[in-house]
T-cell receptor, first 115, second 113 residues
Framework: EAQVTQNPRYLITVTGKKLTVTCSQNMNHEYMSWYRQDPGLGLRQIYYSMNVEVTDKGDVPEGYKVSRKEKRNFPLILESPSPNQTSLYFC??????????????FGPGTRLTVT | AQKVTQAQTEISVVEKEDVTLDCVYETRDTTYYLFWYKQPPSGELVFLIR??????QNEISGRYSWNFQKSTSSFNFTITASQVVDSAVYFCALNPGYSTLTFGKGTMLLVSP
C-alpha cells in the first residue's frame, strides 16, 4: 500500500530535550516536505526537499532541522524544543515529474506537546 | 509569492442544506494546481480534488462540486445536501508547479442534524 508514515503519532516532551520525528514514504517520490498546523493559521511549510541531499527552508524553519540521506526518509529534528513548537506536524511526499499533478500525499500527523 | 484566502472561518448548516466554501488564490505563475483537502475530526488530511490552471471545467463528484474561475482567481467548493459526516475543516491549497504547497487557513464546516 502506497503511504507516508510518521512516528511517533503522539509525543509529549519537555523544553530542551532533543527529539526526532521520522517520516518515510514507499512511493519513490522525489519531493518531501514538513508542515505544521496551528489553530487559525492553517498549514505552514517548515522545510522541503527536492531530492536526496537537497533541502530548503519553507515559511517557518526556525528551530527545526531536517536531513535527506535516503530518498524514502525525511526526519524532522528539534534540537531544543520549546513550548511554541507545540503543534500538529504533517509530513508529505510528491512526485516531481511534469504530469504528476503535484498531488501531495500526507502522513497521518504527529501531535507534539512541549511543556 | 503565492497566497490562498479562505475568508470563511466557520460555517454552520443544518443537514440537507447546500453549502459553498470559498477559495481565492494569488499567483504570478501561469501553470499551477489547485487542491481541496478535508480534515475530519480524526485529524488526517484527505485529498478531495486537484485542478490544473489550464482546465476550467467544473467538476462534480457525487454531492461535491467545484467551480474554478480563472478570471476571478477562485476555486469554490459546494456540498449539496450536506450530511453530518461532512463536518470537518476544509483546506484549499495552491501549488505553482514546483511542489511547494501553499494552504489557506481552512474553513470549519459544522453540519448539525
Amino acid at each position: 500500500e502506497a503511504q507516508v508514515t510518521q512516528n511517533p503519532r503522539y509525543l509529549i516532551t519537555v523544553t530542551g530535550k532533543k527529539l526526532t520525528v521520522t517520516c518515510s514514504q514507499n512511493m519513490n517520490h522525489e519531493y518531501m516536505s514538513w508542515y505544521r498546523q496551528d489553530p487559525g493559521l492553517g498549514l505552514r511549510q517548515i522545510y522541503y526537499s527536492m531530492n536526496v541531499e537537497v533541502t530548503d527552508k519553507g515559511d517557518v524553519p526556525e528551530g527545526y532541522k531536517v536531513s535527506r540521506k535516503e530518498k524514502r526518509n525525511f526526519p524532522l529534528i528539534l534540537e531544543s524544543p520549546s513550548p511554541n513548537q507545540t503543534s500538529l506536524y504533517f509530513c508529505a511526499s510528491s512526485p516531481l515529474y511534469r504530469d504528476s499533478g503535484r498531488e501531495q500525499y500526507f502522513g497521518p500527523g504527529t501531535r507534539l506537546t512541549v511543556t | 509569492a503565492q497566497k490562498v484566502t479562505q475568508a470563511q472561518t466557520e460555517i454552520s448548516v443544518v443537514e440537507k442544506e447546500d453549502v459553498t466554501l470559498d477559495c481565492v488564490y494569488e499567483t504570478r505563475d501561469t501553470t499551477y494546481y489547485l487542491f481541496w483537502y478535508k480534515q475530519p475530526p480524526s485529524g488526517e488530511l484527505v485529498f478531495l480534488i486537484r485542478r490544473n490552471s489550464f482546465d476550467e471545467q467544473n467538476e462534480i463528484s457525487g454531492r461535491y462540486s467545484w467551480n474554478f474561475q480563472k478570471s476571478t482567481s477562485s476555486f469554490n467548493f459546494t456540498i449539496t445536501a450536506s450530511q453530518v459526516v461532512d463536518s470537518a475543516v476544509y483546506f484549499c491549497a495552491l501549488n505553482p508547479g514546483y511542489s511547494t504547497l501553499t494552504f489557506g487557513k481552512g474553513t470549519m464546516l459544522l453540519v448539525s442534524p
